[in-house]
């Protein structure tokens, strides 16, 4: 299957500084829809969960039926990915913003690409590349000046 290009560099900006927005707000209406009892951060995660599917469903439908089409050896780990990573994912981010709060919570997720980068190389033996490597000390030291550790007092 072949996915074709963004029709203009301009669609693919515009995209990026709405799914940039999306996620940027959504901290704010967890934490506004947490605190007034609402919803739980279970129930809030899969409505969410639902309704991206939704809308995905209906966008590919309507533009992109063919990749709707999915090897059946390919289903089981299909629907584990939606139920355990994204909705666990999603139930947790939520727990978290309420825990944490937003901020801290923004950068404790923004620890995802390690974990991913070092359990593909511990479980499948995926190679850590000079480049993923310079990747992994820059998250590091990016999430650590985000946290404050720029003060040489509160590096210990």
């Known amino acids: 299957m072949k996915i074709t290009q963004p029709r203009s560099r301009a669609w693919g900006l515009l ?15 967890i934490t506004q829809l947490l605190d007034h009892g609402v919803f739980t951060p279970l129930s809030l995660a899969f409505g969410r969960d639902l309704g991206t599917f939704l809308v995905l469903l209906i966008c590919l439908l309507l533009f992109r039926r063919r990749w709707l089409v999915v090897a059946r050896k390919d289903l089981p780990w299909l629907i584990a990915m939606g139920l355990f990573s994204i909705a666990a994912f999603h139930t947790l981010w939520n727990i978290s913003v309420i825990e944490l709060g937003t901020s801290l919570a923004t950068i404790v997720q923004s620890t995802t690409p390690i974990y991913v980068s070092l359990g593909a190389w511990f479980l499948w033996r995926e190679p850590l590349t000079p480049r993923k490597l310079a990747a992994l000390v820059l998250a590091i030291a990016g999430m650590s000046l985000i946290a404050g550790a720029n003060v040489s007092s509160q590096l210990q």
Request: contains cysteine.
């Open 15 to 29: 995209l990026v500084i709405l799914a940039t927005a999306c996620w940027s707000t959504s901290g704010i209406l």
